[in-house]
RNA sequence: GCCGGAGUAGCUCAGUUGGUUGAGAGCACGCGUCUCAUAAGCGCGGGGUCGGCGGUUCGAGUCCGCCCUCCGGCACCA
């Protein structure tokens, strides 16, 4: 963070600024609301975290030790060893990393091992879902180690408060915005907050960072003597046609794209509808316009339109309860709010969503049995007609409340439709089957348009070149002389293997020209051994050596890595002798 | 290689502790039908050797073993 506000030339604390901003654009544009918005550099966190410190300091689980690793010297901060190259900075090769032992604390996470085994065994909706417990079980089991908490001379972060000279580590630091947030370490007034919000019933995280928040977490809440969250939800990601999203493939999509397409409630629906909450959950543009208009145009868009254009033609749009309800509309409308009440509860938010749709099904049916079309045309049958739209109107009013959290504007926008108020909604009071009232019912234009996707305009879900104009600012470029540096070189490939209990590495033995050489190519994913020998390849000549999996490796292949992709060796059409330079 | 997850109709997936599921839903597809409605709605139907092989059992998508494929994490990616 601190490295790449340097970059962009900006102080720490005006890029995060900026960041701040992004977020609540980004929040704002998708009607995500929120109570709270916490960053690790406001006053109440530093509080927080003073005071979180300062008590598993007193139980006795911060002590000095030595860290020790590489250091680069330009980038200010340590190297782990498989990030150097041939041991050198990759930012900095000219460079000789330092060899550093630091003081620094660390926190006795192994001292917590049984602790936290006992909790996730007497607490199994602890951590949730079932995946990741089960995931994060073994890696306790596996045994913990103590970590570094600690980082000294720097100026970014906040001090220690037994040791000044030294500042928090950055993620212990940021899980204590959880208790800042509520009030840790303030005033009495803070405290009192934090007596009423703490613990947190629950907190939900990408799956990515799950250890943080169900092993070091909770085990600095323990040192504490605080009480731990109820459950951790780690959610999944989006994949985009059943491939990881790649900003550099291009098999990107941006949510706001999706939203500007068809309407920020068709996605927030897609989003909860089809992705079983905790999984990964695939998007495609296809999947996509295919739900828009079978759950929006056909299905709950279109029952609106025909009630309220029924209402307003058979009944001036006026309607009250006048005979004997729909029973089974009804029975089924208490069954579809008790499951989707317990399935929001317990997160399955595509389960609430289906229960919804229960209701909005049951309703296209009734429409179609009782047939009020066919009412209308038999003055006997009024009062009938009347009560079988109020039904219709009553059936679209609950699926609406049920819906309003995942499509905020349109529910407001369907309750006014059906003269239904959509002011201070709550589940257990607005939830529930309403037999009298009178309803003034508006008719307008279709809600959700159906979308045919032009043949000339289909949205492509290939990877799509990268945009101009994203190239590196003109400041990031290197010099021709830069490049020079880097020795290319034709090469032809005399003999391949696999490396021995590797899956990505094949050993190669090379023809440069002036020599043969061996060296190491991690992409034994994607090529077999045999179908290697003979080609013609281009490699980095004066790498230095390095050793991977005990063979070392005198250069490099050239390929083309995209993420989450497998590797393409650069060849050529009319293979250049060994030893031609390539530049 | 290690650890974990998954392989069920064309597609996306449900299938609790093994037996009214000797296999279901939605979409897509085919047929029929109403006409209030956004060529939407409603009804009916075709279609699957539940990844493969073997085992336990009176009985197995559902348990056990082996294998194959895919995905994720870790190590390796010069």
Redesign the pocket.
Known sequence: MFKRAVEEGLDPLAYCDRMEQEFRRTWARLHVSFDDFIRTTEPRHKAGVTELTKRIYDAGDIYEGVYEGWYCVSCEEFKQE?????GHCPLHPAIKPEWIREKNYFFRLSKYQRSLLDHFAAHPEFLRPE?RR??IL?LIEGGLVDISVSRAGQSWGIPLPFDPSSVVYVWFDALINYASAVGLGGDPGMNAMFERWWPADLHVIGKDITRFHAVIWPAMLMSAKLPLPRQVFGHGFMTLN?Q?MSKTLGTIVDPIDAADRLGLDPLRLYLVK?V?FGGDG?FSWERYD?RYN?DL???L??L???VT??AG?YCQGRLSATAAGSDRLARLADEVAADYRRAMDALALHEGAAAAYRLI?AT??F???T???TLAKDPGSKSRLEQVLFDGAEAIRLAAVLLQPIMPSSCREILRRVGASANDLRLDRDGRWRTDGERVLVQEG?????YTPKESTTVSDNPLPPAPGTSAPASDRISIDDFMKVELRVAKVLAAERVP?????LKLQVDVGTEERT????IAEAYEPETLIGKTVVVVFN?KP?K??GVE?N???LAASPD?GKPTVVTFEAPPPPGTRVR
Not at 82 to 86: E, T, W
């Open positions: 498989r990030d150097l190259v041939h995946i089960n995931e073994r059943g990881r089809e079983s695939d295919e079978v145009a056909n299905n868009g279109n609106v339109s025909r254009a029924m033609r099904d296209n049916e429409i179609a049995s047939a009020p079309w279709p809600l959700w348009p159906r209990k590797s899956n990505r590495l060296l190491v190519a991690g790498l390095a991977l999996m490796s250069g490099m292949v989450g």
